[in-house]
C-alpha cells in the first residue's frame, strides 16, 4: 500500500520538472558543425572532383563498406570510376574524412538517412558528390601535386621551378630560360 | 656460408656470426635488424650512392666516438663493432632523406607506388614526419616509353638504381642517366619504346613512383586491395614465379614472386605484362554447343547440368574417343584427360618432331650423368655454349642469367685485386669490358650476342656439326671426327672446347625451338664429355610451353598419330584439352582432318582457330582461376594456385574430365573431389612424377591452426563492392584445393616458401619486403625455395653418347631457300599475343632475307610479298644470316603457319608495292 502512494508521489514530483524529451521532427535538435553525420564527396573550388580515387578512405574503414575503382581523363587526372558507400554497414567514425589527403570525402550534419529497404542505403558516386567545397573551402590537390592535369602543366603547381631543359649545357637551366 | 669464413661483429654491442667480407648493410639486414637503403640492391649490390644506409663504427670496445660508414660499403670483419640506433647515425640518416625529399613531389595519393613504396618506408622508418623545406621544387618533363612503363621523373631521388639494372645488370643500350647535381634525369635520349626484354623490372627496382606499370595503371589497384596468391609464369618454359593480383573479378597485375633458384628478383616483360588475356571479353564463361546444319551454324550455351550428361551419351555413342593433351594445361588436366581416354588414347598435344626431342630431354636429363642446373645455377657458370636457342626470345630470363655469367671469369680479376663482388662500382672498373667465355650458335643473330665472345652462323644442321665437334674434341670417344668442317667452324670449335675444358663450371645450352634432335644431340654429347673429363658440367633445355616437360613425362603419342587413329576409323569423338591445335603445332590441313572427326569437344578458355571447329566447349579456367603443377625446364614440379574465383561455369579442365568421368561411373574417379586427390593418384600412377606431391604442402596443411588469406589484412571494400548487385554479402568463396583461403583472415604470419602470397612484412610494405622472408639476404626463401627437382644425376651414371648418324653439312640451294622459326618475346607465345600492351609490341610478318638474296630477287626493305602458305610478309633485310637461309617469325598472330625449319620455294617478288 505505502510503495503505491509512494509511486504517485513520484509521479506527481515529475509533472512539475522540465521536460527533456525532444518533439523531433517537428522540433529540430542543435547538430554542431562537427556531427558525423551522412557522408558526402565534394569538389574543389574550380567545381571538379576532389576525390583522386588515392583509396585511402577505404583501407582506413574499419567496417569496409567504402569500394571504388580509380580511372584517369585523357589528361592523367585521376578520379572515381565508381564510389560506393554502403550505409548499412557504416559506423560514422570518420576515419574516412580524417585519412582523405584532398578533403573531398566529409562527414555531414545530415543524420535522416532512415530507409525501409536496406537496398536503399548503398550509396553511389551520383548520391554522394556534392557540386560545392564542403566544410573546407579553398584547397585544390592538384594546384599542389606535381603531377601535370589539364590546364596545369609541369612546373606550374605551388612551389614549382619550370621544368628542366636536359639538352642545356648549363646545369640547372629550366625551360623557360630558353 | 659454404667455405666461407665466419667472423664475429657486435650490432648495439651484440655479438653475431656472420661471412667475412659480407657488407654490413647485407649482413645487418640478414639478421633482422632495419637499416634505411636505396641505391643498394641485394641483386645489383653496393655503390654507396644514397648515403642513406649510414650506421655508427667504433674501432673497439673502449671507443665511444665512433665514426660513421655507409653500411653498404664497409666490409664485416673480425670484431667490427657497429651501432645502428647510435644518436648521430640516427640524425644523419634523417638528413639524408630530408635532403632526397626536397624535390619529391606532394603526389602520393595518385601515385600508383603509394602502398608499396620503398621511399614511404624508409622515410617513416628514419622518422622524417615534416617537411621544413619550404622553397620551390625541381620538376622535370615526363617521356613516353611505351606500352609498358610509365615514367613520372619529379618523383625520382636519384639512387640511380634504374640504370644500373637496365645498362649494367640487363644489358640495355637505350636509357640513361642525363644533367648534374639536382636535375639529373632517367630516361631515353627521346620519346620511345623501351627497348629491354626486362624493362618491366624497373617498376620493382625504382624505390619510387618514377617507374610504374602502366597496364595496371588502366585499372589502377592498391597493393592492399589485391587477392593474390602464388602462381607460376605460363609463358615460356622456364617456371618463373608470379604474384597476381586480383580485384572485383578481373586480373590486375603480375609481380614478381621471389624464388632463390628460378627467377630471383627479375622476371621478363611477356611475363609481367602477358597477362591481361584472362580479362578477355570472349573468354568462354559458360559450356557452348555448335551446330552445323549444311548451310550454317548455330551456336547455343548448355543449362546448368545438361552439359555432362549430353556429353556422356555421345562418349557412350562414340566409336572410340581419343584426347589431345596440352603442353601448357596442368599435369592434372593431361593426367585426367589420359584416365578418361585410356593410356593409348592419349595424345600429346605436339607434333611429332616436338614430342621426340621433348622425349630426348627428359631421357637425357633423367638418366644421363649431367646435371641440369637452375637459374641461380646457370648465373655461376663460367663457360657457355648456346646451340640453336634465341634466349631472349624463347626462355629471357635465361638470357639474363647468362649476362651474369659471363661476368663469373672476369670476376676472378677482381678478387685478384681484393676487390669484393658487392662492391658493384669498384668491381665494373675492374672487370671493365672482360667478357667471360659464352659461345652462341644460332641462324641468325641474337640479342644475347654483345655479350658473347664469339658466334657462330649456320643452318641448324650445322649447328649441330660444331656441336658434335666440339664433343669430340673433348672426348675422342664422341662420334667424329665430323668431316668436311669449314676451317672457321673448327677451329672456333676448338676454342668453344678449350673455354668449356678449362672452366670450372661449364654449361651447354640448347632447345626444341629449332626442331632439330640433332642439336639436343650434340649438347648432351658436349656435357657428357664433359662430365667424362670430371668437370661437374651442366645441360640445359629450353622447353617450348609451361608443361612441355610434365607432358613429355606423361607420356602418349604425337598429334600426328591421333590423326591417322581417326582417318582408320578407330575413333571418331576428339577430346582437346586447352590446345588450339589449328595454330602450329601441325600442318594444317592435318589439324583439320583431325578436327574433321564426328564429335570433337574442346575443353579451353578462349576462342581460337580450334575453337571454331569444336562441337562442345568447355569454359576451361586459366592459371589464375585454378590451381595445378607444372614442370619447367630445369625439371621442377611447383604448384600453382587459384587467384581468385571465376564467374559463370569456369572451372579447372580436370574437374570437367571428373565430371564426365563420375557420370559415367569411372571407378575412382568419384573420389578425385580435391587437388589432392588428383594429384596423389598421378604421382602413384606415373613413375617419373612421384615426387610431384611434395611441390607443395597438401590442403589439409595449418599455420596455428589456420589457412593462409590470399587477401591482405587491410583489403579494402568487402561490404561493399557486391552492394550494388545486392546488400547483402555472399559467401566467400571455398577453396577445397589449398591451405589458401578467399578470405583476410587467416594465418598472418610467414607461410612456408610454396604458398607465399605476397611479400609484406610489418613496415616494409614494398618488393623490398623480400628481405625479410630471407635467413640470408639473396639467398634462398626460408625453408627452401618451392618447388621439387625430378632430375638429379644419379652417382656414376652413363650415357652412350648420341650421333651414330652425325647430320651432313647444310647445302644452299639456288631456287629454295631454307626457313628457320625466328622467335620474338612478343608475338611467338599465343595467350600473352591476346594482352593489349604486348599485342602493341608484335612485328608485322616478315620474311627475313640475306641481303644478296634480296638484291637478287630485287626486293628492297618494307616489301610485301605474297608468299603460300604463309600469306602476305613484308621483307627485312638480316645481314646475320647465313647463305641458303631465310627467317620467318614463328607463331605470329594472324600469320599462317607451317612447320619450320622447312623449305620453301624462293619468293618470287610479287608487284604489291612497298611501302
Known sequence: MLSVLKAIWAVLLHMFRPRVTVQYPEERPHIPPRWRGRIILSRDPDGEERCVACYLCAVACPVDCIALQATEDGHGRRYPEFFRINFSRCIFCGFCEEACPTYAIQLTTDFEMGEYVRQNLVYEKEHLLISGTGKYPGYNFYRVAGLSVKGKDKGQAENEEPPVDLKSLLPGRMESEQ | ?915
Open chain 2, 1 to 915: 656460408m659454404d667455405g666461407k669464413k665466419t667472423v664475429t661483429i657486435y650490432v648495439e654491442g651484440k655479438p653475431h656470426q656472420v661471412e667475412e667480407g659480407k657488407n654490413l648493410l647485407d649482413a645487418c639486414l640478414s639478421l633482422g635488424y632495419d637499416i634505411p637503403y636505396f641505391c643498394w640492391h641485394p641483386a645489383m649490390h653496393s655503390v654507396g650512392a644514397c648515403r642513406q644506409c649510414a650506421v655508427k663504427q667504433f674501432r673497439d670496445e673502449k671507443d665511444t666516438r665512433g665514426r660513421i660508414v655507409m653500411s653498404c660499403m664497409t666490409p664485416a670483419a673480425d670484431g667490427t663493432r657497429i651501432s645502428i640506433n647510435d644518436p648521430e647515425a640516427v640524425k644523419f640518416r634523417a638528413s639524408v632523406i630530408e635532403w632526397l625529399m626536397t624535390n619529391h613531389p606532394h603526389d602520393c595519393p595518385v601515385c600508383d607506388e603509394g602502398g608499396e613504396c620503398h621511399l614511404q618506408d624508409m622515410t617513416v622508418m628514419t622518422g622524417h614526419s615534416y617537411r621544413r623545406f619550404r622553397s620551390r621544387k625541381r620538376t622535370h618533363r615526363n617521356q613516353y616509353l611505351g606500352p609498358f612503363v610509365n615514367h613520372e621523373m619529379n618523383r625520382c631521388i636519384a639512387c640511380y638504381r634504374c640504370v644500373r639494372f637496365y645498362n649494367d645488370y640487363a644489358g640495355g643500350r637505350d636509357f640513361g642517366v642525363f644533367g648534374a647535381h639536382n636535375y639529373v634525369y632517367f630516361g631515353r635520349y627521346k620519346d620511345g619504346v623501351l627497348e629491354n626484354e626486362f624493362s618491366g623490372n624497373l617498376v620493382e627496382v625504382c624505390p619510387t613512383g618514377v617507374f610504374t606499370d602502366k597496364t595496371l595503371k588502366r585499372h589502377y589497384t592498391r597493393k592492399w586491395d589485391l587477392q593474390t596468391a602464388p602462381s607460376i609464369c605460363v609463358h615460356c618454359g622456364l617456371g618463373c614465379n608470379t604474384i597476381p593480383g586480383e580485384r572485383y573479378g578481373t586480373l590486375r597485375r603480375i609481380r614478381n614472386r621471389y624464388n632463390g633458384e628460378i627467377n630471383g628478383y627479375f622476371i621478363c616483360d611477356r611475363g609481367r605484362y602477358g597477362y591481361e588475356f584472362i580479362n578477355n571479353e570472349n573468354r568462354f564463361r559458360f559450356p557452348v554447343r555448335l551446330e552445323r546444319h549444311g548451310d550454317g551454324e548455330k551456336t547455343g550455351t548448355f543449362g546448368s547440368g545438361e552439359v555432362i550428361p549430353h556429353i556422356k551419351s555421345i562418349l557412350q555413342r562414340a566409336r572410340g574417343v581419343i584426347g589431345i593433351g596440352s603442353p601448357r594445361a596442368s599435369l592434372e588436366a593431361n593426367f585426367a584427360l589420359r584416365r578418361l581416354v585410356g593410356k593409348e588414347r592419349f595424345y600429346q598435344g605436339t607434333s611429332a618432331g616436338e614430342a621426340r626431342i621433348m622425349a630426348d630431354i627428359v631421357n637425357i636429363l633423367g638418366n644421363g650423368p649431367a646435371r641440369t642446373p637452375s637459374l641461380r645455377e646457370t648465373e655461376s657458370c663460367d663457360a657457355v655454349f648456346v646451340l640453336g636457342e634465341d634466349l631472349t626470345n624463347t626462355a629471357p630470363r635465361m638470357a639474363l642469367a647468362l649476362r651474369q655469367s659471363v661476368m663469373q671469369q672476369p670476376a676472378r680479376l677482381a678478387a685478384g685485386m681484393k676487390i669484393p663482388r658487392w662492391d658493384d662500382k669498384g668491381f665494373r672498373e675492374a672487370v671493365q669490358n672482360n667478357k667471360g667465355p659464352l659461345y652462341i650458335a644460332h641462324p641468325h643473330g641474337t640479342k644475347l650476342d654483345d655479350a658473347a665472345a664469339a658466334v657462330f652462323r649456320g643452318a641448324p644442321e650445322d649447328i649441330a656439326r660444331l656441336g658434335f665437334a666440339v664433343a669430340n674434341l673433348l672426348d675422342d670417344n664422341a662420334p667424329g671426327p665430323v668431316k668436311d668442317l669449314p676451317g672457321e667452324a673448327s677451329s672456333l670449335a676448338e676454342e668453344i672446347a678449350r673455354a668449356l675444358e678449362n672452366a670450372e663450371k661449364p654449361l651447354v645450352i640448347s632447345g626444341a625451338s629449332l626442331k632439330t634432335p640433332a642439336l639436343i644431340h650434340a649438347a648432351a654429347n658436349i656435357a657428357f664429355a664433359l662430365v667424362k673429363k670430371g668437370k661437374p658440367a651442366c645441360l640445359s633445355y629450353a622447353a617450348p610451353e609451361c608443361n612441355s616437360m610434365g607432358l613429355s613425362l606423361m607420356g602418349g603419342a604425337p598429334m600426328e598419330d591421333a590423326l591417322k587413329t581417326v582417318q582408320a576409323g578407330e575413333a571418331d569423338t576428339v577430346i582437346i584439352l586447352e590446345n588450339d591445335i589449328l595454330a602450329g603445332q601441325m600442318a594444317p590441313d592435318q589439324a583439320e582432318a583431325l578436327l574433321s572427326a564426328r564429335n570433337v569437344i574442346l575443353i579451353d578458355h578462349l576462342p581460337g582457330r580450334t575453337s571454331s571447329m569444336a562441337g562442345i566447349i568447355l569454359p576451361a579456367s586459366t592459371f589464375a582461376e585454378g590451381s595445378g603443377t607444372f614442370i619447367n625446364s630445369e625439371g621442377r614440379a611447383q604448384r600453382f594456385y587459384k587467384v581468385f574465383d571465376p564467374s559463370g561455369d569456369i572451372q579447372e579442365s580436370w574437374r570437367w574430365l571428373r565430371d564426365i568421368m563420375v557420370d559415367m561411373a569411372y571407378p575412382g574417379a568419384s573420389g578425385w573431389l580435391t587437388l589432392d586427390d588428383i594429384v596423389s593418384s598421378l604421382s602413384a600412377e606415373i613413375p617419373g612424377l612421384r615426387a610431384v606431391a611434395n611441390a607443395a604442402p597438401p590442403e589439409g596443411f595449418r599455420m596455428a591452426g589456420m589457412k593462409i588469406p590470399r587477401q591482405p589484412h587491410r583489403y579494402s571494400g568487402r561490404t561493399s563492392m557486391n552492394a550494388a548487385l545486392n546488400v547483402h554479402e555472399p559467401k566467400p568463396a571455398e577453396d577445397h584445393d589449398s591451405p589458401l583461403t578467399f578470405s583476410m583472415e587467416g594465418y598472418a604470419g610467414q607461410p612456408p616458401s610454396p604458398l607465399i602470397p605476397r611479400f609484406w612484412a610489418p613496415a616494409w610494405n614494398s618488393a623490398q619486403a623480400v628481405n625479410k622472408f630471407q635467413p640470408e639476404v639473396n639467398g634462398p626463401l626460408r625453408g627452401g625455395d618451392p618447388g621439387v627437382r625430378l632430375f638429379e644425376p644419379k652417382e656414376n651414371a652413363l650415357m652412350d653418347y648420341f650421333g651414330k648418324e652425325i647430320p651432313q653439312a647444310f647445302t644452299p640451294e639456288k631456287e629454295r631457300l631454307f626457313a628457320v622459326p625466328v622467335y620474338h618475346i612478343f608475338g611467338s607465345e599465343p595467350l600473352s599475343s591476346l594482352s593489349p600492351a604486348i599485342a602493341g609490341r608484335i612485328p608485322a610478318p616478315y620474311i627475313a632475307l640475306r641481303p644478296e638474296d634480296a638484291e637478287k630477287m630485287r626486293v628492297p626493305e618494307g616489301h610485301v610479298i605474297e608468299l603460300p602458305p604463309f600469306g602476305s610478309l613484308s621483307v627485312r633485310i638480316d645481314g646475320s644470316l647465313p647463305e641458303g637461309l631465310a627467317g620467318i617469325p614463328y607463331g605470329l598472330p594472324g600469320l599462317k603457319d607451317m612447320e619450320l625449319p622447312a623449305w620453301i620455294n624462293s619468293p618470287a617478288a610479287a608487284k604489291k608495292g612497298g611501302q
